[in-house]
C-alpha cells in the first residue's frame, strides 16, 4: 500500500502493538506500561506511543479511535509499517445478565454485524488468533473469560431487536471494532485478538460504569495484555 497517511511516526514502531479506541487510554497505559515512552503518533488526535515493556522488549501503544472504519485505517496502516501482533484493548457493552462492569473479556469471535469487516470480506463470523487467545486466557486466570461478542456501527443503537439477535447468536457483548481487527489480520496475514472490559450494561437497562472503576480495570487490561504478548 502507500506510504502512510493517517499516522506520522515520530518513533520507532515495534512489532507488537495494543490497539485501544481511546487516547486518552493509550497515554494511561503508557505510562503504565513503557519505560521512557517515547510519542509514536499525534497526528489525527490519534495518539500512540513506544516504549519498552516489562520483558525488556518495545512495545506500542496506538489508539484507533471509534468504530471500524476508523480502526481499519491505523490497522492497515500499521501493518504496512511493519507491525506484526495486533491485540485490541477496548470497552464493551454486556448483552447477558451473567457478565458484571469491570469484567475482563477475551474475544474468540465477533459476529460481522458492521460494514467494514463485511466490506473486507468477512462472513457471518471472524475469528481471533487462537495461540494469542490461549496467552490472554493463561495470562489472566480467572479474571477473563473468554467470549463470542458482537461488533456493530452504533453506539447508540435504538433497534432492542438487535440485541436479542446477538444474544441468539452466541454473544455475550457487544462492542465496535473487533470484527474489523480480525478481517484485516486475515487479509495482511497478522496475528490479532482483543481483551475488553465491561463498561455498560445493556440489558435490561443501561448502567455505566464509574470512572475509578474503569482506571482500575484499564491498568489491569493493560497488564494481562502486556503478559499474553510476552508470553506468545
Known amino acids: 500500500m502507500p506510504d502512510p497517511i493517517h499516522l506520522q511516526p515520530t518513533a520507532p514502531l515495534a512489532e507488537r502493538v495494543l490497539l485501544p479506541g481511546d487516547p486518552g487510554r493509550a497515554l494511561l497505559l503508557a505510562q503504565t506500561l513503557l519505560d521512557e515512552p517515547k510519542m509514536f503518533n499525534h497526528n489525527r488526535g490519534l495518539w500512540g506511543y513506544?516504549?519498552?515493556?516489562?520483558?525488556?522488549?518495545?512495545?506500542?501503544?496506538?489508539?484507533?479511535?471509534?468504530?471500524?472504519?476508523?480502526?481499519?485505517?491505523?490497522v492497515e496502516e500499521l501493518a504496512s509499517l511493519g507491525a506484526r501482533v495486533l491485540l485490541r484493548v477496548g470497552t464493551c457493552g454486556a448483552l447477558d445478565e451473567s457478565l458484571a462492569l469491570g469484567e475482563l473479556l477475551v474475544v474468540t469471535e465477533a459476529l460481522s454485524t458492521d460494514g467494514?469487516?463485511?466490506a473486507l470480506g468477512a462472513g457471518e463470523r471472524v475469528s481471533a488468533a487462537r495461540e494469542l487467545v490461549d496467552a490472554l486466557l493463561a495470562a489472566g486466570g480467572d479474571r477473563v473469560r473468554a467470549v463470542t461478542v458482537a461488533s456493530t456501527?452504533?453506539?447508540?443503537?435504538?433497534?432492542?431487536?438487535?440485541?436479542?439477535?446477538?444474544?441468539?447468536?452466541?454473544?455475550?457483548?457487544?462492542?465496535?471494532?473487533?470484527?474489523?481487527?480480525?478481517?484485516?489480520?486475515?487479509?495482511?496475514?497478522?496475528?490479532a485478538a482483543a481483551l475488553l472490559i465491561v463498561t455498560d450494561l445493556v440489558v435490561p437497562r443501561r448502567v455505566r460504569i464509574d470512572l475509578e472503576q474503569l482506571r482500575a480495570?484499564?491498568?489491569?487490561?493493560?497488564?494481562?495484555?502486556?503478559?499474553?504478548?510476552s508470553a506468545s
Open 217 to 229: 480495570c484499564e491498568r489491569q487490561m493493560g497488564e494481562v495484555a502486556a503478559r499474553a504478548l
Open 153 to 191: 456501527d452504533l453506539f447508540y443503537d435504538g433497534a432492542g431487536d438487535r440485541e436479542k439477535r446477538w444474544r441468539a447468536a452466541g454473544a455475550l457483548a457487544v462492542e465496535m471494532e473487533s470484527a474489523t481487527l480480525f478481517a484485516v489480520a486475515a487479509r495482511r496475514g497478522l496475528t
Open 116 to 118: 467494514t469487516s463485511r
Open 50 to 74: 513506544t516504549g519498552v515493556a516489562a520483558d525488556g522488549e518495545r512495545l506500542t501503544i496506538q489508539s484507533t479511535g471509534m468504530g471500524g472504519p476508523s480502526a481499519a485505517i491505523v
